[in-house]
């Protein structure tokens, strides 16, 4: 880990329109470590995400991303530049194979076929049951596999930053531990991971960094290592008995 952080997000504010959702969001994200974003329904939490891919315009703050500032640069650039976001119950194409699927991910790269056969295989390993599955249309797979191959065809762009919105979404319980299962060994591969999560005692067992919204602001942000109780944390911040 080296002291700059991957993804740097400084005093955003955004919304849609006239809405503002977001009014003074910052955070790190660092290479290698998972940053988790909490807070109740309707804090920021996606609106934050949507505003690092750059699908809503940061209307104050900055946003930087290995060293660059990003703030104006659109969708499309961030994708090629080493930001991939899973958005929240993303649907794969259900008609298309597990593989067909993979490759559409890595389209966005704008790199030819025959360079993105060859990232297939480190997914793959990942992820051995698409791999058992690579010909099997997507609708036929479980949630959890279809969570896996969502995150798969993130990872075809080779990101440096991975945003996911809830992928335990609807998943059992085993799911869920499998999915931040993924998220430790993409950690340990040197991605950083800026997670939004429901599953909250889950996501916080995989975290490096904690950053909790409550009503478009930060309300607390701190190394994991720091947050000694994490019961009072969950209890303080989402009313839980
Ligand atoms: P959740 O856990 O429910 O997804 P969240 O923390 O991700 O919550 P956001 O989805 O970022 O919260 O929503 C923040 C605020 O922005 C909420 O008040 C929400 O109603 C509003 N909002 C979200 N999407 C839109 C939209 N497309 N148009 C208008 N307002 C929106």
Known sequence: MTDDPLLRVDGLATGYG??????????????GEVTVLLGRNGAGKTTTLRAVAGLNKAEAGCITFDGEDITGVRAHRRVGAGI???QEGKRVFRRRTVEENLLLGGYSTGKGKHKLRA????VYDMFPVLADRRRTVSGQLSGGQQQ???I???LMAKPALLMLDEPS???????????????STLKASGMG??????AAAAAL?????VTVLDVGKVVLDRPRAEVADTNALLDVYFGRA
């Open 18 to 31: 006239d809405i503002r959702a977001v009014w003074d969001v910052s955070l790190r994200v660092h290479a």
């Open 84 to 86: 991939a976001f899973v």
């Open 119 to 122: 990232e297939l295989g480190p």
């Open 148 to 150: 896996m191959l969502a």
């Open 152 to 154: 798969g065809q993130a």
């Open 169 to 183: 979404g609807g998943l059992a319980p085993s799911v869920v531990a499998e999915v931040m299962a993924t998220v």
């Open 193 to 198: 991971v800026l997670l939004v999560e429901q």
């Open 205 to 209: 067992e995989v975290a490096d960094q």
